[in-house]
């Protein structure tokens, strides 16, 4: 079971990003799928979550009319879109599945972690 991410990169105030999250050895779309973000001296937090037959799911209010969460089934892959990046965003981003109860903030119920991918936003 593997989960990797990539998509991180260096980008102005205002860009976007979209990250990848692809599933090997299990299928992404039976669990929830969820992005975490971790920035220097602070606690991981969850940014995310999709899940099927309910949708997606924001923890964070200053990403709700920026970001948005989404799978595609077929390539058993998530996505992040991130839309108007400010600097407070900037953070290693993780995306996570395997929880057997639905979406959840708490990164402590997901048994599968994908490696992270960095994303700075800087002029």
């Known amino acids: 079971v593997q989960l990797q991410a990539s998509g991180g990169g260096l980008v102005q105030p205002g860009g976007s990003l979209e990250l990848s999250c692809v599933g090997s050895?299990?299928?992404?779309?039976?669990?929830?799928l969820a992005w975490f973000r971790q920035a220097p001296g602070k606690e991981r937090e969850g940014v995310g979550c999709?899940?099927?037959?309910?949708?997606?799911?924001y923890y964070l209010d200053s990403v709700k009319d920026r970001f948005t969460v989404f799978r595609d089934i077929m390539k058993n892959t998530a996505y992040l879109q991130m839309k108007n990046l400010q600097p407070e965003d900037t953070a290693v981003y993780y995306c996570?599945?395997?929880?057997?109860?639905?979406?959840?903030?708490?990164?402590?119920?997901?048994?599968?972690w994908g490696q992270g991918t960095q994303v700075t936003v800087s002029s």
């Open positions: 996570a599945s395997g929880r057997g109860n639905g979406c959840s903030a708490d990164p402590k119920s997901y048994r599968f």
């Open positions: 050895g299990f299928t992404l779309g039976y669990y929830p």
């Open positions: 999709v899940m099927t037959g309910v949708g997606s799911t």
